[in-house]
């Protein structure tokens, strides 16, 4: 067995490699570090999508930025100027390359690819046991950011289930500069379904098909629908697959939180890195592991996702309800969101950065009478959770 090691990251995603760079940034007073990852390298696998406002991490590296987006539903499309707060796309492998080149840079940490942590740790009186296939090893603290190993549906109020592809066409079609945030598909019955459409110059896109649904959704069925869209977008254009990207995010998270001992800390997309209503989780990861890896060196304690401000998930969770029980109407409430509301406010909103009066903005868009019907039930719902929890 190796000796002991201040702290392990067990999966070294995004959430594992932001808190290793941060912590590697502090030079000969990094704790030791080792992170456990199961993947051989690194490759290009997702992208990472934010708004421009307040100075949000990696803005300095995104690949690209969008000036203006539109939303589209039925036969209306609206129109929107974002050249205050643009739409920033951070591809994976300019993220994974950053942290790797920070981490090298400090014999602290250390990167261990290809090894998978295969049962729980252990804890003795000294600290805790980490089993991989090939070895044992030991720590004072953990940052467990591994996916659970099963999810149910009903740990998360909705799901985000989406596949993507990023193609290269002969001729040029698109606007580099212009972006397709939402394309509702009202032909899909099985939840609220969108194109998403990022176009990064006349020739090449990423283009996901999106579903937000009660259920997580097989991933065949999703290519299915993504061709479909393609072909129909392209008007039979011929195109070359560069990449695909999948992923399946929770919205509303509903699983207990897990964190019940001050020297094992679970981190992550469910671990509270998810916005509710969105499943979007990076700018909330990069906050997190600053705040983190300075509580580390300072306290050399473990800092948890911040709980959610009670207005913000309120309204999240309200949202996401409204959607589940109402999905006819549900294309028309984003509609609404975007276009009865200042942009700016949706954009602060989903940052997680509006205030209380801007919080009364959002709702001030949105028609009253489904979220007033969905109340009492959504109420309900909340007190039983909430004794659930504490018997
Ligand atoms: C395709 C895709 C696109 C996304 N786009 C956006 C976006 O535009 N904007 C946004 O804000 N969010 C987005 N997200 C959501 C979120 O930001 C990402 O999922 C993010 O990667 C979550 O970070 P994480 O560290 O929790 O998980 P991951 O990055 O998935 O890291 C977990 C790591 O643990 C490793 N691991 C798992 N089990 C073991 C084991 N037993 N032993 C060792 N290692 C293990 C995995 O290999 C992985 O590297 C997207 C997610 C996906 C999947």
Redesign the pocket.
């Known amino acids: 067995m190796h000796s002991q090691i201040d702290l392990v990251i067990?999966?070294?995603?995004?959430?594992?490699?932001?808190l290793a760079s941060r912590l590697s940034a502090f030079g000969k007073d990094a704790p030791s570090v080792l992170i456990?990852?199961?993947?051989e390298n690194y490759t290009n696998?997702?992208?990472?999508?934010?708004w421009d406002i307040e100075h949000p991490a990696y803005k300095q590296q995104a690949n690209h930025a969008w000036t203006s987006f539109e939303i589209s539903n039925q036969q209306r499309t609206h129109q929107f100027d974002c050249r205050k707060h643009q739409y920033l796309?951070?591809e994976?492998h300019t993220f994974y390359q950053d942290a790797l080149t920070t981490i090298e840079q400090n014999p602290n940490v250390e990167l261990l690819l290809g090894?998978?942590?295969?049962s729980a740790p252990i804890k003795n009186e000294n600290g805790w046991l980490i089993q991989?296939a090939q070895a044992q090893y030991a720590a004072k603290l953990i940052v467990d950011?591994?996916?659970p190993?099963k999810v149910n549906h009903q740990d998360a109020i909705l799901w985000q289930s989406?596949v993507?592809y990023e193609i290269q066409t002969q001729a040029d079609c698109f606007l580099p500069e212009k972006m397709v945030l939402m394309d509702f598909d009202d032909t899909f019955d099985d939840g609220l379904a969108f194109i998403y459409i990022l176009p990064t110059s006349e020739k090449k896109a990423l283009i996901e098909y999106t579903v937000f649904s009660e259920k997580i959704l097989d991933k065949q069925p999703l290519i299915t629908r993504l061709n479909q869209s393609i072909a129909q977008k392209m008007d039979g254009l011929s195109y070359d697959i560069l990449r695909t990207?999948?992923?399946?995010?929770p919205m509303g998270n509903q699983l207990a939180n897990p964190n019940k001992e001050s020297t094992y800390l679970y981190?992550?997309?469910?671990?509270g890195?998810?916005?509710p209503s969105?499943?979007?989780?990076?700018?909330?990861?990069q906050s997190w592991a600053t705040v983190c890896a300075q509580s580390i060196i300072d306290t050399n304690t473990l800092y948890a996702f911040p709980k959610e401000r009670w207005l913000q998930s309120f309204m999240d969770e309200l949202f996401l309800t409204v959607i589940h029980n109402n999905p006819a109407i549900a294309a028309s409430l984003f509609e609404d969101l975007f276009s009865q509301c200042d942009f700016q406010t949706v954009v602060k909103f989903m940052s997680d950065k509006a205030t209380v009066s801007e919080h009364l903005q959002i709702i001030k868009s949105l028609p009253p009478l489904p979220f007033i019907k969905a109340l009492p039930t959504f109420l309900i719902k909340k007190i039983c959770a909430k004794i659930a929890l504490s018997s």
């Open positions: 067990l999966g070294g995603g995004c959430a594992g490699l932001s456990i990852e199961q993947r696998d997702r992208t990472w999508c934010f796309m951070l994976s090894q998978q942590v295969i991989t950011t591994r996916p190993q989406f993507g990207e999948h992923g399946t995010l981190a992550g997309l469910f671990a890195a998810a916005r969105s499943g979007y989780a990076f700018q909330r990861i």
